[in-house]
């Protein structure tokens, strides 16, 4: 398989409590993998590091076949590598329209350096059609974000992070407080990004949600990789026998070489 994220005895520690203890995760190029874990498990802290967000204190990490060094890892330079995150309730400017929400940062200019309005709505209405299926909608790039569900916040918060070359979409909580119609519109957006050949990071409490989209799941507890499950073969019925053991402080054990 190739892989689009490769990390490798990754450690971080906040003073004396290890976020995460010599943990290796890999993501396939054209993959979903359901992160789980319960809370304080590490799960935020491995997609910090990866988003650049977060240093790592040790470990080794490819993006995409590149060696980064995790310790000088950026924001800034996680987005050049095809990285882009959409963290829950936080993706959008709520009093800003669709448009400028969608090129915040990263403005298209004119030949004078001025931001193009016009074409920054033009793409704009290009993604809500195109990648997000919305032409039927009453969505338009001068609709005030403020105005959205939460379905259609996340799903034009997808769309954005799919439109700018991005190879990898991690999504941290997706569909907290969303409607069952929502949560159904954002699954479909997964889909559509392996659809699409991208990767996937999908991160939930939601085992339903995540047993529903994802190729593979990786289990984070206490700050180590539990256990690193594929889909073929893995019911929900087992995959939610495996969560409850674990959170019972029981490591289960399966064929294979799965520990």
């Known amino acids: 398989m190739t892989y689009a994220v490769d990390m490798a005895n990754i450690s971080k520690s906040y003073g004396?409590?290890?976020?995460?203890?010599?943990?290796?995760?890999?993501?396939?190029?054209?993959?979903?993998?359901?992160?789980?874990?319960?809370?304080?498990?590490?799960?935020?802290t491995l997609i910090k590091i990866l988003a650049g967000v977060t240093r790592a204190d040790v470990g080794t990490m490819r993006i995409n076949g590149q060696s980064i060094n995790p310790r000088k890892h950026t924001v800034?330079?996680?987005?050049k590598l095809g990285i882009e995150t959409v963290?829950?309730?936080?993706?959008?400017?709520?009093?800003?329209?669709?448009?400028?929400?969608?090129f915040v940062g990263r403005h298209l200019t004119n030949r004078?350096?001025?931001?193009?309005?016009?074409?920054?709505?033009?793409?704009?209405?290009?993604?809500?059609?195109?990648?997000?299926?919305?032409?039927?909608?009453?969505?338009?790039p001068e609709t005030i974000a403020g105005t959205l569900s939460g379905g259609e916040r996340q799903g034009v918060a997808i769309g954005r992070a799919m439109h700018f070359n991005s190879r990898i979409v991690v999504l941290d909580e997706p569909t907290?407080?969303?409607?069952?119609?929502?949560?159904?519109?954002?699954?479909?957006?997964?889909?559509h990004i392996k659809r699409e050949g991208k990767a996937?990071?999908?991160?939930?409490?939601n085992?339903?949600?995540?047993?529903?989209?994802?190729?593979?799941?990786?289990?984070?507890?206490?700050?180590?990789?539990?256990?690193?499950?594929?889909?073929?073969?893995?019911?929900?019925?087992?995959?939610?026998?495996?969560?409850?053991?674990?959170?019972?402080?029981?490591?289960p054990t399966r064929p294979g070489g799965h520990p």
């Open 176 to 191: 907290t407080a969303l409607s069952l119609r929502e949560v159904d519109n954002v699954l479909s957006f997964v889909r």
């Open 16 to 44: 004396e409590i290890k976020a995460l203890d010599d943990v290796s995760f890999a993501l396939g190029s054209n993959e979903v993998v359901g992160l789980l874990g319960d809370n304080g498990a590490g799960k935020s």
């Open 76 to 79: 800034t330079r996680a987005r």
């Open 112 to 140: 004078w350096g001025f931001i193009d309005v016009a074409a920054e709505m033009r793409v704009t209405r290009e993604i809500l059609g195109n990648i997000l299926g919305l032409q039927a909608s009453n969505l338009r």
């Open 207 to 251: 085992i339903n949600q995540v047993h529903a989209v994802a190729d593979r799941f990786v289990i984070v507890d206490k700050g180590k990789i539990a256990l690193d499950l594929p889909k073929d073969g893995t019911t929900l019925e087992e995959l939610i026998k495996v969560m409850i053991r674990i959170a019972d402080g029981e490591v």
């Open 200 to 205: 996937c990071v999908y991160i939930s409490h």
């Open 87 to 102: 963290f829950q309730d936080k993706s959008l400017g709520e009093k800003q329209p669709l448009w400028s929400n969608f």
